[in-house]
């Protein structure tokens, strides 16, 4: 099956504010979709709705075949969600904690505590199961919510800001984890780290004052870079202007910038005429002049500054 979270229209207004602005979007199974956006843009309120813990004001949301405001009870069986900040039950232990939502989520006997063990040692929860939920630290207590979220096996996953305050192999281990279940699954998650979208996300979504202002591959999304398929060139010169010169003179070339000269050496960036980098013609001219080259390498542009530049031009 194809579709497994489809919205449409989605708005949420708090008073005359306007937090979810007309967003549509579909997942399939196999996808990890990343939500992007500045604080405040609207990605906790979207995962708000499609998990049922806030109504929107209007808009649909589909969960496989069932509509969430027909059936709420059904479509909340298939998500498994991990909200920001904290679990709520902070007295609780991890372990009471996720046999608790384990009964909650009809789960009974051996397969009860087989579930809770195996998720246990998944999230590496082992070395502070019976400590108060309370007491652990960020990256602890984050653990238990992605415990609790995925103990179910639910065919949605719905990750709000999944590695926030975990430390850099708990990331790891974490962003491994969404990755081994994504050929099985339809999966959402927000996050401010552009690294992580490269990293698990098969599409990504921007957000920006409620709006959905793109979305794309990751990849797509870094070809909206002003410098995406430019080529850098260092050459060691101490005449740069006839290189600049030359290299404007290439037909696959738009134009040339000088950036900065250190020890010798000069570096140019190359703009594309067309939609190809002009590497290869850059190279030749190269070579073909003798020039002394340091560095030559393509920019695929960075999805940081793709992000910067929509979102600040919405927000203008
Ligand atoms: N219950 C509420 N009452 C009033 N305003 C709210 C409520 N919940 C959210 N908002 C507002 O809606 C906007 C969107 O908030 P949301 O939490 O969805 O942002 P976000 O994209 O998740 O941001 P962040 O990256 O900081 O987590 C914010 O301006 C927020 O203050
Ligand atoms: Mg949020």
Redesign the pocket.
């Known amino acids: 099956m194809g579709v497994m979270v489809e919205v449409s229209h989605l708005k949420k207004t708090?008073?005359s504010?306007t937090?979810?602005d007309d967003i549509s979007f579909s997942v399939n199974k196999g996808e990890v979709l990343g939500?992007l956006?500045?604080?405040?843009?609207?990605?906790?309120?979207?995962?708000?709705m499609i998990t049922g813990f806030l109504t929107p004001d209007s808009g649909t949301i589909k969960v496989g075949s069932d509509n969430i405001a027909d059936n709420p009870v059904a479509v909340k069986a298939r998500i498994g969600y991990l909200p920001?900040g904290a679990p709520l039950y902070s007295d609780m232990t991890p372990i009471t904690f996720l046999h608790f939502i384990a009964e909650i989520r009809g789960l009974r006997g051996a397969e009860k505590s087989r579930r809770v063990a195996e998720m246990i040692d998944k999230v590496n929860l082992g070395s502070v199961v019976n400590k108060p939920i309370e007491t652990l630290s960020k990256g602890f207590k984050r653990r238990v919510g992605l415990a609790q979220a995925i103990l179910h096996d639910p065919e949605v996953l719905i990750l709000?800001?999944p590695t926030d305050g975990l430390d850099p192999n708990q990331k790891h281990e974490v962003r491994t984890l969404i990755s081994d279940m994504a050929a099985e699954k339809a999966i959402i998650l927000?996050t401010?780290i552009l690294e992580e979208v490269n990293a698990v996300c098969s599409r990504a979504i921007i957000?920006a004052n409620?709006r959905l202002i793109a979305d794309g591959t990751p990849a797509s999304l870094e070809a909206k870079s002003p410098l995406h398929n430019t080529v850098e060139i260092t050459i060691r010169t101490a005449a740069p202007d006839p290189v600049n010169r030359a290299l404007e003179k290439i037909s696959s070339v738009k134009s040339v910038e000088k950036l900065a000269a250190a020890d010798g050496c000069v570096t140019f960036r190359v703009y594309p005429s067309g939609d190809n980098s002009p590497i290869s013609d850059v190279s030749h001219m190269a070579r073909d002049n003798n020039w002394d080259v340091e560095n030559l390498h393509v920019v695929h542009g960075r999805l940081d500054d793709v992000f910067r530049t929509i979102t600040t031009q919405q927000a203008s």
């Open positions: 708090f008073g504010f937090a979810v939500f956006g500045p604080n405040g843009a609207g990605k906790s309120t979207t995962m708000k920001e709000d800001e927000s401010h957000i409620g």
